[in-house]
């Protein structure tokens, strides 16, 4: 058999677009009924499938027969039985965005280069930076993810001191997602430079322990250079005060930063729009599409009050750039670290577009009212607390009867195969998180899994 030519004519892209499609819509149907965790791969398929590739090649049917096996190992982080972490939806409408972009492969860092994709690209960040009530002179860049933008935050707020910033000080809540703390060191931020604010009784930063944190460092000869707060933390979805921590960060001339990367976009949502209050006082905002617009994983991004900020930050080029010439539309090149980057824009616009916005806040308050079904019944198990009322679309619970009670709880819930659940550690106890951020989990999910918890308590309502 001839190998697939390196451009396939149409016949030959036919049938390979036939035959992975044909596996999407397999793996899509059986979603609502397959194992949401699979255990760990096989030692033998794990050597077949680090099988380096022949000589020759071979047929699509047996490749993507391996690519089933791959998939069914680990998580299944598409079904909608998966409430570890924070889930990620892997839009269908985002998936063939995805798969346009990179059949168009146009190179949007640059838009001098591509200002159609650039357009569509902006038109998406044009709306996040609206949604957050910015005005003219905003602007962002989407990256892969959280973390990135993280790191893309404190590389702008760190810029405004200059090439010398001994002094500057990071501050952030005990509960901070680890990305936040991770990008400081990597900024080259001292980790006696990152202090860590203790939280209130429902776990959101404590204000007047950041007041004295920032009046102390003042009085010691420092400079308070970022105060980042968080929309949603990834343990149980708390919203820090946002009003009061800017309020802070204004009267030190700090930047002020929100990790919203999984809370964000529950700012459409009216229950959401007033929990996040203060968040449109923000100088960045990082968000994840990827989380709460249910989109694939690989689609972040960082939005900013004043663009120029984020330019000044990150622009720079080598000779072999001096063609690039600007224009109307901006150069993603110049607001974060990448250079070759993907078409992310193409998704997140396809999605919104064909879905329309509205379809994404009625999915976002659906996660808000099981949430508060959850929690209302859980409070009501015997045997079990609640950490805090949920702010977002995450439930923390434990046994009363201590954390070895709990862990089987969590055991109970995983080893069903339907339910999958992961944990934090809160105050050197076990809390189990329900995490409910996708499209595809439902009440009759919900309803399920608080009938394992009740089973595996012994106890009985």
């Avoid at 919104?352 to 929690?375: K, P, Q, S, Y």
């Amino acid at each position: 058999m001839e190998s697939l030519p390196i451009e396939p004519g149409p016949d030959d892209r036919a049938a390979l677009e036939q035959a992975v499609s044909a596996f999407i819509e397999r793996f899509i149907d059986a979603r609502a009924d397959a194992p949401v965790f699979h255990g760990a791969a096989d030692p033998e398929l794990v050597e077949r499938l680090l099988t380096p590739p022949t000589e020759a090649g071979g047929p699509i049917g047996p490749l993507l027969e391996l690519v089933t096996q791959a998939v069914d190992t680990g998580f299944d982080t598409a079904s909608g039985r998966f409430l570890s972490y924070i889930p990620s939806g892997a839009l269908y409408s985002a998936a063939l965005g995805t798969y346009l972009g990179a059949a168009i492969n146009r190179y949007t860092a640059g838009s001098h280069a591509a200002p159609g994709m650039v357009a569509i690209e902006e038109s998406v960040i044009r709306w996040m930076t609206s949604l957050f009530g910015f005005g003219d002179g905003a602007g962002g860049v989407l990256l892969s993810g959280g973390s990135l933008a993280n790191l893309t935050a404190v590389l702008t707020a760190r810029s405004r001191l200059g090439e010398r910033f001994d002094d500057g000080v990071v501050y952030t809540s005990e509960r901070t997602h680890h990305s936040m703390t991770k990008g400081a060191w990597i900024a080259g931020i001292a980790s006696d430079r990152v202090r860590l604010i203790p939280t209130d009784g429902r776990l959101r930063m404590d204000p007047a322990a950041l007041d004295a944190a920032m009046d102390s460092d003042v009085a010691g000869g420092l400079q308070p250079m970022m105060v980042a707060a968080t929309a949603g933390t990834t343990d149980t979805g708390a919203i820090d005060p946002l009003d009061r921590c800017a309020d802070l960060a204004a009267t030190h001339g700090a930047w002020f930063h929100v990790d919203a990367a999984y809370g964000g976009f529950f700012q459409l949502t009216d229950r959401g729009h007033a929990r996040l209050a203060g968040i449109e006082r923000a100088d960045s905002i990082t968000v994840d599409a990827h989380k709460s617009l249910f989109l694939p994983f690989g689609i972040g991004g960082l939005v900013v009050r004043n663009v120029e900020h984020l330019v000044d930050a990150h622009e720079g080029r080598g000779a072999y750039m001096q063609d690039v010439v600007d224009g109307d539309l901006p150069h993603y090149l110049s607001m974060g670290p990448e250079l070759t980057r993907p078409n992310r824009g193409l998704p997140l616009w396809l999605a919104l577009n064909l879905h329309g916005v509205d379809a994404f806040r009625r999915t976002l308050d659906a996660m808000l009212d099981l949430a508060e079904d959850a929690a209302a019944r859980l409070g009501e198990l015997p045997g079990v607390e609640l950490i805090t009322e949920p702010e977002l679309s995450v439930v923390a619970f434990r046994s009363t009867d201590g954390d070895t009670a709990t862990a089987r709880i969590q055991q109970a819930l995983n080893d069903s195969g339907r339910i999958h659940v992961s944990s934090t550690t809160i105050n050197d106890r076990l809390w189990i998180r329900l995490a409910l951020l996708s499209q595809r989990t439902t009440a009759s999910i919900v309803d399920e899994a608080l009938d394992l918890i009740k089973a595996a308590t012994g106890r009985t309502c």
